[in-house]
C-alpha cells in the first residue's frame, strides 16, 4: 500500500483549511484525503477518521471537542463541513451507559453537536471518542479483511502483522463495538493498532502523520503475507475472453433487466426497474469460471458494511445459456424465484430483530454471478449500481486471495441481518432522492441537433439515463461533454448512422452493455430541404427517404427487438413535424418523407401495443435553436427564408411566433416536454400526437 504522505502538501492544507476551524481539523482533513485514495482501504462512504481538538463557545469558553467524520461522506472528497464537531466529555459519560440504542445515540449526537446545522456523524462516533488520542483513522482495508476472514485468523494476524496489534472479535458497529474497543485499550495500553474482526482496523497517535502512517504500514504487511502465502490460487477452468464475455452481456443484459423488475400493480407504469452495472475483468471471470467460484461466491460477505447495497448473499446462475435467449430466461427466473424464496426464508427467520420502522427490501439480488460472463450488479440508477459493482470487485478479490492461502469464514448470519437492516442504514437510503424517471433509460437519435438537446436536457433533469445518439462528430461529442458534465454517469454517446441496420444493432447493444437495457426511444434524427417538385433533384430526395422513413423503420424495428427481450413494454415518441398535417410549397421532400415516417410510428403503435409499447408522436412548428445550437432544419431553410421575406433571424423567428394563435415561440425544451408527458406515461395514450406549435388549426391532427 502506497504511503501518499507528503509535508509539502500537508502544510498546503494547513494554509488552506486552517483558518476556519484550526490546524488540528486541517490535518484530519489530509489524512481522510489520503485514506479516501485508496479504494483498498476504504469505498463509497466507508471509513472514517476523527480529530480531538478544543472548541471556543460563544461565552469564550475552551470545550474539549471531537470532530468526526460525518455519516455518508466520502472520505476522498472532504471538506471541513464534512467533519461534524461535538462535545467530547459529554461523549465520555456515555461509557457509563449499559447500553445505548441507535435512536438513543443519534439523539445525543445531535444534542451534542457543537453546531445546529451540522450532518449527523459517523455510526462510530463513540469509538472514536473513547480512544484517547488526538488523531485516530478507522479503514476497511481489503487485505486486512482478507486476514480477518480465515479460519484460523488470530494466528494469522500475528504472524503478519505482529505482537503490538490488538485483535478483537466482530462486535456489531455502533454502542457496543465503542464500549468493547476502549477496555481492549484498557488492557492494552501499549497496543499501536487494533484489528476488528470482519470488519477493518484502527489506527491512533497524537500526531496525524503516525496514525495514518501506522494505517499503511500494517495494510502492506498483511498485503506482503497474502502475497506469500498465495499457494492454492483460484484456477479457471475454462478461459473465456473479455471480448466474449462482453458480447454475451450485450445480448442477455435486456433479458436480465426485464427479470429483474419489479411488478408494481399500476397500469400505466407497471413496472419498477432498475438499472445494471457490469464488472468484466480478468480476475473476475477467472473467479466465476473456477471450480470453487460458486462455494466461495455464495459464503457470506466480508464485513457488515455496505449490505444495503449488496445484500448479504449473491445469486449464482449455473451454466447460463447465452446462445439461447429462450433458455436463458428460463434458467434466470429460475435463479431469481430460488435467490427470492431464499430471501425471504431469510427475513422471515430474522423477522423479530427487524428495528421498528423499517421496511424490508425486495427480495431480488443485487449481485448476480454468471460463469463464462462476469457479475451484473443492480441499483435504483447508475450510481447506486455503480456502489454495488464497486463493493463487489473489492469482496470477490479478497475472496480470492483467501481462497488461494487457507479457507474462508465470513460472519454470522444474524450479524449481517442486524446489518442488512439497521435503523442507521436504513436512514440513508431513504435521504437520497428519487426522481420520476431515474431507473428508467432513454435512447434519442440526432441527439446533437437542437430539438434533440433540449429533449436529452428534459429527461435528464427528471433523473433519465440518457444515450445521446447521431452521427459521429464534434456536434455529438460536444452536447455530450456539456451534458456529462451537468448530468455525470446518466450520459453516454453512443455514434449511430440510422440509415445502417448493423450501427443501429450496435447502439442498442452498447446501450445495453452500459446499463442493462432501453426503455424510452426519441426517434429524432430527419433532415430538411427546400425545393419545388419541379426542381427537386431525386439524390436529394432519397437521401431524405433515407434518413427520414428508412431511418425511423429501422430504429422501430430495433426497439421492437429490444423490447421484446426487455418484456417489461416501452415508450417511442416520434418527432414528427406540423408540415405532416399542413404540408408547405417548396417543402415537399421534407413534409412527404416526415409524413411516410410519422405512418409508421402509428402503425408501429398498433403492433407493439401487446407488448405494452407505446408509441407517441410530437409535431412541433418550427425550432430554430437550443442555446448556442442551431437546428439542422433552420441551417437549411433560415437564410433562404429569411432572403425570401427580406427578414433578419430574429425577424425569421418572429415571423414563425406571429403565425399561432398563441403567439408562442416554440423551443426545444417545449418539445422535450412534450416528450416528457408521455415518457411519464400520465394517460393511456399510444398512437397520438401532441402539437407543440402555439396553435395551428391547419396543422391541428385528425
Ligand atoms: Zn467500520
Keep these: 500500500m502506497k504511503n501518499r504522505w507528503s509535508d509539502d502538501k500537508a502544510a498546503q492544507f494547513i494554509k488552506n483549511n486552517a483558518g476556519s476551524r484550526g490546524e488540528d481539523l486541517a490535518m484530519g482533513l489530509y489524512v481522510a484525503s489520503l485514506i479516501g485514495a485508496e479504494p483498498g482501504l476504504v469505498l463509497h462512504g466507508g471509513g472514517n477518521s476523527s480529530v480531538k481538538t478544543t472548541h471556543r463557545n460563544l461565552l469564550g469558553e475552551e470545550v474539549d471537542a471531537i470532530y468526526v467524520k460525518a455519516s455518508g461522506y466520502n472520505m476522498a472528497c472532504m471538506d471541513p463541513n464534512g467533519y461534524t464537531g461535538l462535545d467530547l466529555q459529554y461523549l465520555h459519560k456515555l461509557r457509563a451507559l449499559s447500553k445505548l440504542s441507535d435512536a438513543e445515540m443519534a439523539g445525543e449526537f445531535l444534542t451534542h453537536s457543537l453546531d445546529a446545522d451540522s450532518a449527523p456523524p459517523s455510526i462510530e462516533t463513540l469509538v472514536h471518542a473513547f480512544v484517547p488520542y488526538k488523531f485516530v483513522d478507522h479503514s476497511h482495508p481489503d487485505a486486512i479483511l482478507a486476514l480477518t476472514n480465515q479460519r484460523g485468523a488470530k494466528k494469522i494476524l500475528r504472524e503478519a502483522l505482529g505482537e503490538d496489534v490488538v485483535i478483537l472479535e466482530y462486535v456489531t458497529p455502533g454502542f457496543k463495538l465503542a464500549k468493547a474497543v476502549a477496555s481492549e485499550l484498557e488492557n492494552n495500553p501499549d497496543a499501536s493498532a487494533m484489528v476488528l474482526m470482519q470488519h477493518g482496523l484502527l489506527t491512533w497517535s497524537d500526531r496525524a502523520k503516525e496514525s495514518y502512517q501506522q494505517t499503511i504500514k500494517l495494510v502492506s504487511l498483511a498485503e506482503k503475507y497474502l502475497k506469500q502465502n498465495a499457494l492454492n490460487p483460484l484456477v479457471p477452468v475454462r478461459s473465456t475472453p473479455l471480448h466474449i464475455a462482453r458480447k454475451r452481456l450485450a445480448r442477455v443484459a435486456p433479458v436480465i433487466r426485464g427479470l429483474m423488475a419489479q411488478p408494481t400493480g399500476v397500469p400505466d407504469l407497471p413496472w419498477e426497474r432498475v438499472i445494471l452495472q457490469p464488472l468484466i475483468r480478468r480476475d473476475i471471470l477467472n473467479f466465476v469460471d473456477s471450480d470453487r467460484g460458486k462455494r466461495l461466491a455464495l459464503t457470506p460477505p466480508l464485513t457488515a458494511d455496505h449490505l444495503i447495497r449488496t445484500k448479504s448473499l449473491y445469486m449464482w446462475v449455473d451454466n447460463p445459456s447465452y446462445d439461447d435467449p429462450?433458455?436463458?430466461?428460463?434458467?434466470?427466473?429460475?435463479?431469481?424465484?430460488?435467490?427470492?424464496?431464499?430471501?425471504?426464508?431469510?427475513?422471515?427467520?430474522?423477522?423479530?430483530?427487524?428495528?421498528?420502522?423499517?421496511?424490508?427490501?425486495?427480495?431480488?439480488?443485487?449481485?448476480?454471478?454468471?460463469?463464462?460472463?462476469?457479475?451484473?450488479?443492480?441499483?435504483?440508477?447508475?450510481?447506486?449500481?455503480?456502489?454495488?459493482?464497486?463493493?463487489?470487485?473489492?469482496?470477490?478479490?479478497?475472496?480470492?486471495?483467501?481462497?488461494?492461502?487457507?479457507?474462508?469464514?465470513?460472519?454470522?448470519?444474524?450479524?449481517?441481518?442486524?446489518?442488512?437492516?439497521?435503523?442507521?442504514?436504513?436512514?440513508?437510503?431513504?435521504?437520497?432522492?428519487?426522481?420520476?424517471?431515474?431507473?428508467?433509460?432513454?435512447?434519442?437519435?440526432?441527439?446533437?441537433?437542437?430539438?434533440?438537446?433540449?429533449?436529452?436536457?428534459?429527461?435528464?433533469?427528471?433523473?433519465?439515463?440518457?444515450?445521446?445518439?447521431?452521427?459521429?462528430?464534434?456536434?455529438?461529442?460536444?452536447?455530450?461533454?456539456?451534458?456529462?458534465?451537468?448530468?455525470?454517469?446518466?450520459?453516454?454517446?453512443?455514434?449511430?448512422?440510422?440509415?445502417?441496420?448493423?450501427?443501429?444493432?450496435?447502439?442498442?447493444?452498447?446501450?445495453?452493455?452500459?446499463?442493462?437495457?432501453?426503455?424510452?426511444?426519441?426517434?429524432?434524427?430527419?433532415?430538411?430541404?427546400?425545393?419545388?417538385?419541379?426542381?427537386?433533384?431525386?439524390?436529394t430526395f432519397q437521401k431524405l427517404e433515407r434518413i427520414n422513413v428508412e431511418g425511423t423503420l429501422l430504429v422501430l424495428a430495433e426497439a421492437a427487438r429490444h423490447f421484446m427481450l426487455q418484456n417489461t413494454g416501452g415508450d417511442i415518441v416520434m418527432v414528427s413535424t406540423k408540415n405532416v398535417f399542413a404540408p408547405g410549397a417548396n417543402f415537399g421532400a421534407y413534409s412527404s418523407t416526415k409524413a411516410a415516417g410519422h405512418q409508421l410510428a402509428r402503425i408501429a403503435s398498433q403492433e407493439f401495443a401487446s407488448m405494452d409499447v407505446r408509441v407517441n408522436m410530437v409535431s412541433p412548428d418550427a425550432v430554430f435553436s437550443h442555446g448556442a445550437r442551431r437546428s439542422g432544419l433552420w441551417m437549411e431553410i433560415g437564410p433562404e427564408r429569411m432572403s425570401a421575406r427580406g427578414l433578419s433571424a430574429e425577424g425569421l423567428e418572429e415571423y414563425y411566433r406571429n403565425r399561432n394563435l398563441l403567439k408562442a415561440r416554440v423551443t426545444a425544451r417545449h418539445v422535450g416536454n412534450a416528450v416528457l408527458y408521455f415518457a411519464m406515461r400520465q394517460t393511456p395514450t399510444t398512437g397520438a400526437t401532441i402539437p407543440v406549435d402555439g396553435g395551428l388549426p391547419d396543422s391541428t391532427p385528425r
Design 326 to 539: 429462450v433458455a436463458f430466461r428460463d434458467q434466470f427466473s429460475r435463479a431469481i424465484r430460488k435467490y427470492a424464496a431464499a430471501y425471504d426464508a431469510y427475513i422471515k427467520k430474522h423477522i423479530k430483530e427487524m428495528p421498528e420502522g423499517v421496511r424490508r427490501m425486495d427480495s431480488f439480488p443485487r449481485v448476480v454471478l454468471l460463469p463464462g460472463l462476469g457479475v451484473i450488479c443492480t441499483g435504483k440508477d447508475a450510481k447506486a449500481a455503480a456502489i454495488t459493482r464497486d463493493i463487489a470487485a473489492h469482496t470477490l478479490a479478497a475472496k480470492a486471495q483467501i481462497a488461494a492461502m487457507g479457507r474462508y469464514r465470513g460472519l454470522q448470519e444474524k450479524d449481517l441481518f442486524a446489518m442488512e437492516y439497521r435503523t442507521l442504514q436504513h436512514a440513508k437510503l431513504k435521504k437520497e432522492k428519487s426522481s420520476p424517471l431515474s431507473r428508467e433509460v432513454a435512447l434519442i437519435t440526432g441527439a446533437a441537433g437542437a430539438i434533440g438537446s433540449g429533449i436529452a436536457q428534459v429527461l435528464l433533469e427528471q433523473g433519465c439515463h440518457v444515450a445521446v445518439t447521431d452521427l459521429e462528430g464534434e456536434l455529438l461529442s460536444e452536447l455530450a461533454e456539456e451534458l456529462k458534465a451537468a448530468f455525470g454517469s446518466r450520459v453516454m454517446s453512443v455514434p449511430l448512422d440510422v440509415t445502417d441496420p448493423k450501427a443501429i444493432e450496435a447502439g442498442f447493444a452498447e446501450v445495453s452493455r452500459a446499463w442493462g437495457g432501453i426503455d424510452l426511444i426519441v426517434l429524432n434524427a430527419g433532415i430538411a430541404h427546400v425545393s419545388s417538385l419541379s426542381e427537386l433533384n431525386l439524390d
